[in-house]
């Protein structure tokens, strides 16, 4: 007799399918499954986790996404997402007006207070006559005018380095106004009038922190470049506005500012000749009375150079100074949709 196979044939048009295949393909799901299931644990920590192909994976990824901690969704913002947050908005106009009454404000002070407790201190010159009016550097050079007036020149040097490169923007801005063939030459006019404006900036600071009675070359050369760069700084800027305004008409504010800057640099010419000539007369003849004049024509220059920068509050009426934070592209793309005032 012939031994018959026990094992079931398979059917018609089926492919056969052995144990092994099928535990292999069980396997298979498992490693997948475990997988998914390892990514998305995963998923919470990292920002940029691939999604499982599976339905079940895919809704667990879906919510731990969700579950996201905010520096994660911070990090994915697009630069147009992000905020923009002003942190300190104060008004230019009223900085301007306490960075040119201070100097003036300190001077008036020091003179009153030196003229009536210090007398003899500040009246006192190498050629011992006869003296009403003591100089700025007399003033400014007794003990404590001295810290005094140190003090409000630090802190009226300081708001000055960024008005004069507001005032750079401010002129550039109004170059697209011009003749083709004048806007090169007016560029250099205004960058010569920046570089005119640090300079006199470093030198009242030296010749604020170096007196005369410490020592008197250096101190004297340093007033020298202040003189010299504030009439220069003057005259550029008197020349430049006629550039810039020459087919524009002018509202009132700015013909005042225009008027005031003009009186101001004619009365700095005549107290500087006025200076030279009586300083002449003081240090070569000692004139009686010829350093009262002296003085007098350095108070008048330094007060026309005060009011000549105090009149940024014609050029800057409603201006405002802002510390904003947020991507640059964002910054340049707001501020640019604005609309300028010139």
Same mark, same amino acid.
């Given at each position: ?15 056969? /399918?052995?144990?092994? *295949? ?29 999604? !499982?192909?599976?339905? $079940? ?26 905020? @923009? ?13 306490? $960075?040119?009454?201070?100097?003036? /404000? ?13 007398? *003899? ?25 001295? %810290?005094? =007036? ?10 000055? @380095? ?30 010569? @009038? ?14 604020? %922190? ?49 008027? =005031? ?15 030279? /000539? ?9 004139? *009686? ?11 008048? @220059? ?24 947020? !991507? ?15």
């Amino acid at each position: 007799m012939q031994k018959t196979n026990s094992a079931t044939p398979p059917s018609a048009g089926a492919s056969p /399918v052995t144990a092994a *295949d099928s535990v292999a393909t069980t396997s298979n799901v498992v490693s997948a499954s475990e997988a998914a299931s390892s990514a998305n644990s995963n998923s919470g920590e990292r920002c940029d986790s691939a999604a !499982p192909a599976y339905g $079940t994976a895919k809704q667990q990824l879906q919510q731990q996404q969700q579950e996201l901690t905010p520096s994660c969704k911070e990090q994915n913002l697009q630069p147009d997402e992000q905020p @923009i947050a002003i942190h300190y908005l104060a008004s230019f106009h009223m900085i301007c007006v306490v $960075t040119a009454l201070l100097p003036l /404000v300190t001077l008036f002070t020091c003179f009153v207070t030196a003229y009536v407790f210090q007398y *003899d201190d500040v009246h006192e010159t190498h050629c011992r006559v006869y003296n009403i009016i003591p100089s700025i550097s007399a003033i400014t050079g007794v003990s404590p005018q001295r %810290y005094f =007036w140190r003090f409000s020149i630090a802190l009226h040097i300081g708001p000055r @380095i960024p008005i004069a490169f507001v005032y750079k923007n401010y002129y550039r801005a109004q170059l697209a106004r011009l003749a083709p063939s004048l806007v090169l030459k007016t560029s250099w006019l205004i960058t010569l @009038i920046l570089v005119l404006n640090c300079i006199e900036i470093a030198a009242l600071g030296g010749v604020t %922190y170096i007196s005369n009675r410490e020592n008197y070359p250096v101190h004297e050369r340093i007033f020298i470049t202040f003189m010299v760069c504030s009439l220069c700084y003057m005259l550029a800027t008197i020349k430049l506005n006629g550039i810039l305004n020459a087919r524009k008409t002018l509202n009132a504010r700015q013909l005042q500012s225009i008027k =005031w800057k003009k009186i101001l640099f004619v009365a700095s010419i005549l107290s500087t000749i006025g200076l030279l /000539v009586f300083f002449a007369k003081h240090r070569f003849y000692c004139h *009686d009375l010829a350093f009262s004049w002296f003085a007098f024509f350095e108070y008048l @220059i330094a007060i026309a150079n005060m009011l000549f920068h105090f009149t940024i509050i014609w050029d800057f009426p409603s201006q405002f100074m802002l510390i904003v934070q947020g !991507p640059r592209e964002n910054l340049t793309q707001y501020l640019g949709a604005k609309p300028k005032i010139n």
